[in-house]
Structure formats: C-alpha cells, structure tokens
C-alpha cells in the first residue's frame, strides 16, 4: 500500500528527508539497507510532510500560526504566550477523514503483524529540518511511549504536531535561522521494543568528548530510553575502540563505568499517564546494564551505521527485556565533532586553584568562570542572569534559550550523553554533569571557575581563578627525525592528545591507574582476609562488587585502564611501565598496611624489579601480568610494549623476564617487546650485557640524576643541586646512548628533563637519541625546539 500521507519505514529511505523528516527517514534507511549488518530496527510507519500540511489546510492554521509569531516578533507578547496559543490551535484541531483513516489501517496492520491485537508503540516527532549535520535539534518535538489503540496514536499524532511549536523548538528555530512555517512535521509509529522490562540508551560513533574519531560511546540504562536522553539519570558508560572490531578474536572494550541509575522509566498499570517512573533496587544499581558481547554487537552496529552514513552517528538503542534482542531506534548525525577542525588544537590551562565545590562529568575542553546561577526549577528560568555559570537539577529542551546565554552550565544529574550534555556541546558552552549536588553546593551569585580541561572529570573551582588558553595548528607543527612520544598515566586524559601527532607513549604509568582506579594494594585483593581493618575490608567489597574473585577486579580495571591509553595511539607503541611504588606509596592503597614494612629510605628500597620476583609481591606482579596479556591478547593491543622500571643488575634481569615468561608475557612471542628502564648507574656501566636481554632503553632522567649525584629527589634542603643538566649526568645518557646503539637496540628518554629544559633535548639530539617523550602539555611548545636542534646538529656533521 502506497499513498503521499504515510509510508512504512521498509519503503522509505534517506532521501526522503523533505517527505519524512531526518529520524523516519534515518529508520528508514537503517531498515533498507543495514539489514544485512545484522542491524534490527523495530517495525513502523510515519506520516509525511504532505498529511502535516493537509492538517494545517483543512484547519486553516497557517495564517493564525503567522499572527502569533508576528506578535512575539513584534514584541506584542512572549515566547511562553505565542507558544501556548499557537499549540492550543493544532490541540482543538481535527485530522481530515481520510489521513484519520490511513493512521488508523496503518496501525491496525502493524498489530496484525505483532501478533497483538492493539500493539505499544512509540509515536516520536521528525521535523523536516531535524537531524541534519548542522543542526541537532536535539529533542525540540515531543515523543510518547506506550502508546495502544487507534484513537490514541491519533492523539499522540495531533499532540507531536502542536509540538513543532514548544517554546524550545520555536526559539531554537529563530537561533538557527529556519521559516517555522517552512518546517513540516512527519509522526513515526513505531513497535514497541520492551525495554521497559529491559534497557535503553544513546551511542555515537565518535568519542563526544574529545572527537577521537576511532571510539564508540555508549551510555546504557534499565528501563525505557527516555531517562538517559532527558538526562534524569547518571547513566553505565562503555567506549569500544573501533578499528579491533574487525577482528573476531578480541573484545576491544576499553572502558566500562558502573554508573548510579537511580531510576528507571516503566509502562505505567492503569491511569492515564501511559509511562512512569520507579526506583531501581540496589542490585540494579549496582550491576553493569550491558555484558561485554551486548556492547561490542552495539558498537558494530555503530560503526556499520556510521560507514553506511559517512559521517560520525548519534544513535538510540532498545534492549528487549523480554527476548534479550537488541535494536537500534533512532540514527541520526553527530553535529559537534563532526564540524570541529581536526587540524587547530586549543589548550586551556588552569593557572590557579581554589576549593573544589562540585564534581562530575566534563562537557567539552574548555573553562569558565562567573557567577553561579542557580535554579532549580523551570518555572523560575526567567530569572536567569545572562553570563552566570548556570546551575540545575537537569535540563531538558526547555531550557536551552538560557543554555545559550550562560558562560557555563552545572547539573546534578546525567551523563555525557545527556540533554544537557548534547546542547552544551552544540552550544559550545562547558559543561560539568552529573555532579549529584551541585545545587545544594554552589551558593547563587557566588563567583566560581568550571574546569573541563582536567580529562573526563569536570570540577567546579570556588572563585573566579586565572586560565590560559593556547592555539597551534597541526598542519605548521615541523616534521622532526627523532620519534617524540608523550608520557601519559591517566586513561581519562588520553583521548584529550590523540590530534597531537606524536610517535606514540613513551612513559605510560602503572601507578595512577592502581592508585586512583584500582585502590586496592594487589596483594590485598590476593590475600584479603589478611586486612583486619573493618573499615579497609568493606570498601575492598565494595569496590570489588560484581567480580566472583576480588584479584579479576584488579586485573580487569588495570588491562581497561591501559588499553584507553593504548588507543589513541594505536598502532603506534605505547610502552607501559611495571609498577614502580615504593613501599611508603604502596602503604598508603587500601589494605596495604598489612603487606608493606618501614622503610628509611623507600627511593633506595624496595621497589621496581625486586619486587616481581619476591616471596612478598610475587601474587601481586602475577596480575599486573595477565592484565598485561589481557590488554595485548583479549583486547587487542599489541602495540603494548612492556617496560621494566629500577633493574638493579644483570641477574635481577634474568628473574624478572623468567617470571613475565611463567606467566604467558614472553618476549619475542605475539611481537612482545620488553624495554628496560636506564635509570642506575649500573644500568650505564653495564648496558651492553642488559642490551642482550632487553629490545630497548628508556632513559629515566630523574633517578638517573639522583643516584650520579647522591641527591635525593624529594629534598626541600638540596632541590638546587638536583640538575639533569649536570655534566655528569649528562656524560652517563651520552655513554647510554652509544652503548644501545652499538648493541643495536633503541633507546629513548622518558624523564622530567626535556619537558623542564629545551636545551637539554638538543643536547639529546645532538647525541642521537632515537625517541624524546615529553609530557603533553610541553609538547607543542618542545616540538620546534627539537626540530631546531636536529637542524643545528646535522648542520655541523
């Protein structure tokens, strides 16, 4: 069956935009032409442009719709009064018999295809100018769920209608430069999935945040979709690195966050609101929405939608709680990274620091400062300050005439994929989300800094603190012949330098991950009923909460941690330290008061590979290994080199490597590559017969100035004798570089010194040094300076 006024989804496809609008026409297409990537797209229909202006003709609303926006144009009345005036026309108006006859047959079929009588559906909007690259209009129309019986999808149609002229999608209109009139308005009635007894959310195709092009994001939740769009919850959040999907044998989920899902959207029994919601149980709260199978089948469909597209996806998922079949509901393109040069890179850089009053996610890179702004309820939205930080609960499409205002925006819920989230973006406006209590916290009017530029975690700083923001273009940075890598430890500070084009890490830290993700001293997640305090004992349950055995806590956090470092780099080398706490540190993780002694001196102690071997930390460096093999052989990151940090001798060497050899990590098989760190004196003197066991050298200039000049690092007293400059040091990385290269291996530097210091890195070049990793807010500055210095070198050869 064929007519202009409504079509199913299966006989519609993309270039039906003007008839259907972006989202039924995006189904459309999904259901065309993804089938075959295994793709499932609910069943529906939609109504068209032309049943829309039939509706306007046959009511003779256009001319009474043009008064009322002549009037708010004119100043004669408010966007709140043109806006109810102009939907109460379309609410008392009547669908012509024949469109009212073709809603009805369409949706009688669709039951009769669902086997049901009165099949739920969804009856969402799709503007004709919507979900174009240029414009999200993120949520302008209205959606109802659980919508059963012909006379109420036709009163969901009429009510999707008025919708076109929300106070939101009227403003929006006017910001975008869009005719209200020469919008039309399309209605999908689509089957329902039951997620309500199931799970729903938002991916995209893109890593939101950073523009990482090679990520999927996913957020998840129980219940029907509505609370992770709308941003009423703090959603779980996955990221799925997309180039390893291809390959059958990994499972390239490099991220997964337990998120609080405090509540949950339901059908509701009886009444006359057709959906409701509920709190979730504490075991739903605590449990991940997804398992790793149902996240990696989602990200192939994100990136299958995103190549059929060619552009970066923003997609809507439906987990059937019934059958536990998964489908993608709504597809449309990503409008922020998507339009982001991919070439200018901007920093912002906090310079000062006040007391943090407000945690949560961060929206965009960016910083901003003012006075807090805060209004808790949208009936008080007039009263919003322009250039105040705003400060709410949530937001919702309602919103978004102020959001455009404010320097800032801070909610106490949702996530990265939330309402607030998405418009911030558009908005280009930072955002901190999800902060739990910021309304409580932030006092109105008082001055405060929002801060974006700390990785994934967005802080609100009390006071209006000093920042700096610097711009370089890629496309001028010089080509250079040494490799400059970046030294990274934090995986939520990854993604934000995957534009630089560095030749990978050169220094990733073991010890952020365990100590800020993990907390847990290893041995302890080993030995945990050798922790007597109650109190260390209930939060090692706590963290440890879904994993059958506490030690696959460890492992798991670790290989995850390590491999968001590893992807945006990818294939590049990324070359991961073992851990290197001293026992001071590893006292302090939780539970590691049972497992570490005193020691005076913890820089000279125990630590790096004495500890791999040892009856006392053996258990713990097992799982720092298999989370090693995980990361290379489950996940898929084989660009992950291993490095050994404070090898004291040639022996202590030889037990290291037959440990990581005893538990799978051996060097040579599956391309693994071991690096030592040279950072001992004995590593110098006797680099020759450490360059036989070992594919490469790091130079670690901190510990190799301390012990050639006997200073300790961390002493107030003698910081001015403490110099990586100083001719000694320097006359041991010269002997260290030309030993490595006689024994033909690689050897690079990985300390503080030539972030600290220009000169030294041309002193490096000069020298020959195959790799210079610099930590990544040095880098652009430091990149010329080598290219320089390699200039100068070869000038006088």
């Given amino acids: 069956m064929t007519d202009a006024r409504i079509k199913w989804f299966n006989d519609t496809g993309i270039g039906d935009i003007a008839s259907v609008g972006g989202k039924n026409a995006s189904l459309g ?23 829309y202006r039939a509706f306007l003709a046959h009511n003779g609303l256009e001319p009474r719709v043009r008064e009322q926006i002549d009037r708010y144009r004119g100043g004669g009345a408010t966007l709140r009064q043109a806006g109810a005036a102009i939907r109460e026309l379309f609410l008392g108006a009547e669908f012509p018999a024949d469109i009212d006859a073709l809603v009805r047959e369409h949706y009688r079929l669709l039951s009769g295809r669902s086997g049901q009588p009165q099949v739920s559906v969804a009856v969402r909007s799709s503007a004709t100018a919507e979900d174009l690259p240029d414009a999200s209009f993120a949520g302008q129309q209205e959606t109802f769920l659980n919508v059963s019986g012909e006379r109420a999808v036709l009163e969901a149609c009429r009510r999707c209608y008025a919708s076109l002229f929300t106070d939101r999608a009227i403003s929006y209109r006017e910001m975008k430069g869009y005719g209200h009139l020469d919008v039309a308005l399309s209605v999908g009635i689509q089957r329902m999935v039951r997620s309500d007894i199931g799970a729903s959310g938002v991916m995209f195709s893109i890593d939101t945040e950073s523009g990482f092009p090679d ?7 129980w219940g029907l979709g509505e609370t992770v769009v709308q941003g009423t919850i703090n959603p779980d959040k996955y990221q799925v690195f997309k180039p390893l999907l291809r390959d059958e044998r990994f499972t390239p989920v490099i991220a997964r966050e337990t998120g609080a899902k405090e509540r949950k959207m339901v059908y509701s ?9 509920v709190d979730t149980t504490r075991e739903e709260q605590a449990a991940l929405v997804l398992s790793d199978a149902e996240v990696v089948q989602l990200a192939r469909w994100a990136a299958a939608v995103e190549d059929h597209y060619g552009r970066p996806m923003d997609m809507e998922w439906a987990k059937d709680g019934g059958t536990g079949e998964l489908f993608m509901v709504q597809a449309r393109p990503e409008t922020v990274q998507a339009r982001r040069s991919s070439t200018v890179f901007r920093t ?53 005439p102020v959001m455009k205002r404010a320097t800032g925006i801070v909610t106490d819920h949702g996530g990265p994929t939330s309402h607030a989230a998405i418009v911030s973006r558009e908005l280009g406006v930072p955002a901190v989300v999800g902060t739990g209590n910021a309304t409580g916290s932030l006092a109105h009017g008082a001055p405060v800094t929002l801060s974006c530029a700390e990785g994934e975690e967005g802080r609100v700083y009390g006071g209006l603190l000093e920042y700096s923001v610097d711009e370089v273009d890629m496309e001028e940075l010089p080509a250079t012949r040494t490799d400059v890598m970046i030294n990274i430890g934090s995986p939520a500070a990854a993604f934000k330098w995957w534009r630089l084009p560095a030749a990978g890490v050169g220094l990733a830290r073991m010890e952020f991950i365990i100590s800020n993700l993990i907390r847990v001293h290893p041995m302890a997640l080993v030995h945990p009923e050798r922790v007597t305090d109650p109190g260390e004992t209930a939060l090692i349950r706590s963290l440890t909460a879904g994993y059958p055995d506490p030690r696959e806590y460890f492992v798991d956090v670790l290989a995850t941690g390590i491999a968001k470092i590893a992807a945006p780099f990818h294939p590049k080398p990324v070359i991961v330290r073992l851990s290197d706490f001293k026992s001071n540190e590893y006292s302090h993780l939780v539970g590691g008061g049972a497992f570490e002694r005193p020691e005076e001196n913890p820089m000279l102690g125990f630590r790096g590979a004495s500890r791999y071997y040892s009856e006392e930390y053996r258990e713990g460096f097992a799982l720092e290994c298999r989370a090693l093999k995980k990361v290379r052989e489950q996940i898929g990151f084989a660009n992950v080199v291993v490095m050994v940090p404070f090898c004291r001798t040639v022996g202590e060497a030889d037990r290291v490597i037959e440990a990581m050899a005893g538990h799978g990590l051996v060097r040579g098989e599956a391309g693994l590559k071991l690096y030592m760190m040279c950072e001992i004196p004995s590593n110098v003197v006797l680099a020759d017969q450490f360059a036989r066991r070992f594919d490469g050298f790091s130079i670690g200039s901190n510990d190799l100035t301390q012990l050639v000049l006997g200073v300790d690092r961390d002493s107030g007293q003698l910081a001015g004798l403490f110099d990586e400059r100083d001719p000694a040091v320097s006359a041991m990385i010269a002997e260290a570089i030309t030993k490595a290269h006689a024994a033909g291996i690689k050897i690079g530097i990985c300390g503080q010194g030539p972030s600290n210091h220009p000169e030294l890195a041309g002193f490096l070049v000069s020298r020959g040094i195959d790799s210079i990793s610099l930590n990544p807010d040095t880098y652009l500055k430091a990149l010329p300076v080598i290219a320089d210095a390699e200039q100068r070198s070869a000038a006088q050869a």
């Fill in 29 to 51: 297409e999904l259901s065309q032409a993804l089938g075959s990537a295994g793709v499932r797209v609910p069943e529906g229909f939609a109504t068209t442009a032309d049943a």
């Fill in 215 to 221: 990520a999927v994001l996913i957020s998840a939740a």
């Fill in 269 to 277: 029994q009886g009444g006359s609101a057709l959906t409701r919601i």
């Fill in 348 to 400: 912002y850089r906090l310079e000062g620091r006040g007391p943090v009053l407000a945690v949560g996610a961060a929206v965009g890179d960016g910083i901003a400062s003012g006075p807090a702004c805060v209004i808790r309820d949208a009936k008080d939205i007039e009263s919003f300050v322009d250039g105040s930080v705003l400060v709410t609960r949530m937001t919702d499409p309602d919103w978004v």
